[in-house]
């Protein structure tokens, strides 16, 4: 199983910059690979969305609305994944979830979530 932790929500004003770690913890010894991992929003009232994706290899993947404002980067020998989020703007507020796909057989894969950090962004 892989236990899954947000951090670095807060609050900014427009314009401003945050940075949001995620950090994929094995528990046990029954973890082959963790593949793609994600990060999701969800404003209040709204659907989760997908904000970024990051393979393993390093191919990312960007919601239209984050393209060029924010980067999404991981290290895999820490298992962690990052969101740089820069020139924020009021409606990127929301809570920010991470995912992490992986597989804990060689054939079977789970995606796991964590609890979500928030980011709250002043005009």
């Known amino acids: 199983q892989v236990q899954v932790a947000e951090s670095g929500g807060g609050l900014a004003q427009a314009g401003g910059s945050l940075r949001l770690s995620c950090v994929a913890s094995?528990?046990?010894?029954?973890?082959?690979?963790?593949?793609?991992m994600g990060w999701h929003h969800q404003a209040q009232g709204k659907q989760r969305e997908l904000v970024a994706e990051?393979?393993?290899?390093?191919?990312?993947n960007y919601a239209d609305s984050v393209k060029g404002r924010f980067t999404i980067s991981r290290d895999n020998a820490k298992n962690t994944m990052y969101l740089q989020m820069n020139s924020l703007k009021p409606e990127d507020t929301a809570v920010y979830y991470c995912?992490?796909?992986?597989?804990?057989?060689?054939?079977?894969?789970?995606?796991?979530w964590g609890q979500g950090t928030q980011v709250t962004v002043s005009s």
């Open positions: 990051i393979t393993s290899g390093g191919r990312t």
């Open positions: 094995k528990t046990g010894a029954s973890v082959y690979s963790i593949n793609t």
């Open positions: 995912s992490v796909h992986y597989n804990y057989t060689p054939s079977v894969s789970r995606l796991d």
